[in-house]
């Protein structure tokens, strides 16, 4: 089954607090694990470039795919999928698994460079079934960074440095 093939390791996936939420930093040996990509490729992202993208730079992320990701990961936090819980949390509703978050962020973008590194810092818990837009705030030759925004308000940070050098993992 697909829940057997897929693990979490703390090597691929670091969350860390910070004072203004968590940072969540993601490798690519992370995506391509999670994605299950085996090809030898010389470039960490060929896999990403076979997923669609429409032109919306806005997702969601529905419960459904909140429940389904929980029994995938391991992750049962009662934040994510128990709604008595969700109403009573700080947040007033269940929040989205950050991970989920940023893999749908993936799959929503296209990256022609290689990247080094992704650091990701919530300052706040995404809602299911609501739009999350996605905006660009810098690009230069090493690094992009995003905003995700849902209800008119920044939610996570998103920061991705590009290497110069073509990676196998």
Same mark, same amino acid.
């Given at each position: 089954?697909?829940?057997?093939?897929?693990?979490?390791?703390?090597?691929?996936?670091?969350?860390?607090?910070?004072?203004?939420?968590?940072?969540?930093? !993601?490798? !690519? *040996? $992370?995506?391509?694990?999670?994605?299950? +990509?085996?090809?030898?490729?010389?470039?960490?992202?060929?896999?990403?470039?076979? +997923?669609?993208?429409?032109?919306?730079?806005?997702?969601?992320?529905?419960? $459904?795919?909140?429940?389904?990701? *929980?029994?995938?990961?391991?992750?049962?936090?009662?934040?994510?999928?128990?709604?008595?819980?969700?109403?009573?949390?700080?947040?007033?509703?269940?929040? *989205?698994?950050?991970?989920? !978050?940023?893999?749908?962020?993936?799959?929503?973008?296209? $990256?022609?460079?290689?990247?080094?590194?992704?650091? !990701?810092?919530?300052?706040?818990?995404?809602?299911?079934?609501?739009?999350?837009?996605?905006?660009?705030?810098?690009?230069?030759?090493?690094?992009?960074?995003?905003?995700?925004?849902?209800?008119?308000?920044?939610? *996570?940070? +998103?920061?991705?440095? $590009?290497?110069?050098?073509?990676?196998?993992?």
């Amino acid at each position: 089954t697909m829940a057997s093939n897929k693990c979490w390791t703390p090597i691929l996936l670091t969350a860390l607090p910070h004072k203004t939420g968590i940072i969540l930093y !993601v490798t !690519v *040996a $992370f995506l391509k694990h999670f994605f299950n +990509i085996s090809e030898d490729t010389s470039s960490p992202l060929t896999y990403f470039d076979k +997923i669609s993208s429409s032109k919306s730079d806005n997702f969601s992320i529905k419960e $459904f795919e909140g429940i389904n990701f *929980a029994k995938l990961s391991g992750d049962n936090n009662i934040i994510h999928v128990d709604k008595i819980a969700g109403y009573n949390s700080i947040y007033g509703h269940n929040i *989205a698994h950050g991970v989920l !978050v940023i893999l749908k962020f993936f799959k929503k973008k296209k $990256f022609k460079k290689n990247y080094s590194y992704i650091k !990701v810092q919530f300052s706040k818990g995404f809602r299911y079934n609501s739009k999350i837009k996605i905006r660009k705030i810098k690009e230069n030759k090493s690094e992009i960074s995003y905003e995700l925004i849902q209800r008119d308000s920044v939610n *996570a940070n +998103i920061k991705i440095n $590009f290497s110069q050098k073509h990676h196998i993992i």
